[in-house]
């Protein structure tokens, strides 16, 4: 069960919009440096598959997530307390993210509702950041890593 990074995305500020970057740096207890949401304990960081934008036609970042990967489809079921691997990065899952009405707000969508019931069960893995050896890049293997 791995995967592969294919975009990070940090956001300066609360309502700013998503930028891509080609490498970051995890903050421990925390989420990505640079990012609105570093300093948080939880909900720190979101994890998302990229089948999940490819099923609703959307580009990595469309959802706020800081990380984009593939080859993990269902990554927003990770049990709690799971650790992916991305690069120098340990990220320990905190559970799923629920859809809420304002990401369509966000996105445009005419029915908010509707979108936001099509995000059930698939909105990504909400993680903080357990470890850091080195940088996230662009392009890193994402590992599950198995507790014994």
Request: charged letters at 25%; aromatic letters at 0%.
């Amino acid at each position: 069960m791995n995967g592969r990074d294919i975009s990070l995305q940090v956001r300066a500020e609360k309502h700013g919009s998503p930028a891509p970057v080609a490498e970051a740096v995890g903050r421990v207890d925390g989420g990505i440096e640079g990012d609105v949401h570093a300093h948080r304990s939880s909900r720190a960081v979101l994890v998302i598959d990229r089948a999940t934008l490819d099923a609703l036609n959307l580009k990595p970042g469309d959802l706020r997530e800081e990380i984009t990967i593939e080859g993990l489809p269902d990554v927003t079921n990770l049990p709690m307390d799971t650790e992916l691997r991305i690069g120098g990065v340990t990220l320990r899952v905190n559970g799923p993210c629920e859809p809420c009405t304002h990401i369509g707000e966000l996105l445009g969508v005419p029915d908010r509702e509707a979108f936001r019931q099509s995000l059930l069960g698939r909105r990504g893995a909400l993680c903080t950041v357990s470890a850091v050896s080195g940088p996230i890049r662009v392009g890193d293997p994402v590992e599950v890593l198995v507790r014994a």
